[in-house]
T-cell receptor, first 110, second 121 residues
Framework: QKEVEQDPGPLSVPEGAIVSLNCTYS??????FMWYRQYSRKGPELLMY????GNKEDGRFTAQVDKSSKYISLFIRDSQPSDSATYLC??????????FGAGTRLFVKA | GAVVSQHPSRVICKSGTSVKIECRSL??????MFWYRQFPKQSLMLMAT?????????EQGVEKDKFLINHASLTLSTLTVTSAHPEDSSFYIC?????????????????FGPGTRLLVL
């Protein structure tokens, strides 16, 4: 079992839709969670980070962590074609090692 | 935000040659940098952790004699792929951890370079 599981997709949605991206993790020692966006042939770009259960909002993006169920989510409101990318969730272990999910490919159709 | 650059962005080389990739933190000091490899449609695979002034720590299965890492300063780490072969063709990405004095918050945030696409013929 991978430490961070993420459905690779692809996920295709119409412009304006609400997108829900999800990951599960197995190690209860994970304390710190991030979402990265990666455009094709580019390095990942940090979108959001959080270290506690609950929601964190930044513009059209909301990150949600539920430590009791080891579930992390990223919601994108009013999705745009420019949001089309691969979204990577990541968790940091107590030893400060970052574990990445496989990434979910998102396509937002105009 | 923190900016990390990589050079070159793309390189094509013949089998058996060595290739050096540079990773620089442009507006901050990074005591720790990471090197990842990413194959098409796959996630990032950590190759090694590079600490300024000390030897790199390699992940299991990564040949340290083949992938030489040097972190000579707080803003520069290099990865040299020695005697490259076609199976080494991949997307190599570095990242730098912001040195925030050890706080668990932003201290564990990594900023990634744009990546280097290596093609070995």
């Amino acid at each position: 079992q991978k430490e961070v599981e993420q459905d690779p997709g692809p996920l295709s949605v119409p412009e304006g839709a609400i997108v829900s991206l999800n990951c599960t993790y197995s190690n209860s020692a994970f304390q710190y969670f991030m979402w990265y966006r990666q455009y094709s042939r580019k390095g990942p770009e940090l979108l959001m980070y959080t270290y506690s259960s609950g929601n964190k909002e930044d513009g059209r993006f909301t990150a949600q962590v539920d430590k009791s169920s080891k579930y992390i989510s990223l919601f994108i409101r009013d999705s745009q074609p420019s949001d089309s990318a691969t979204y990577l969730c990541a968790s940091v272990t107590g030893g400060f090692k970052t574990i990445f999910g496989a990434g979910t490919r998102l396509f937002v159709k105009a | 935000g923190a900016v990390v650059s990589q050079h070159p962005s793309r390189v094509i080389c013949k089998s058996g040659t060595s290739v050096k990739i540079e990773c620089r933190s442009l507006d901050f000091q990074a005591t720790t940098m990471f090197w990842y490899r990413q194959f098409p449609k796959q996630s990032l695979m950590l190759m090694a952790t590079s600490n300024e002034g000390s030897k790199a720590t390699y992940e299991q299965g990564v040949e340290k004699d083949k992938f030489l890492i040097n972190h000579a300063s707080l803003t520069l780490s290099t990865l040299t792929v020695t005697s490259a072969h076609p199976e080494d063709s991949s997307f190599y990405i570095c990242s730098a951890r912001v040195n925030s004095g050890g706080a668990m918050g932003t201290g564990e945030t990594q900023y990634f370079g744009p990546g280097t696409r290596l093609l070995v013929l």
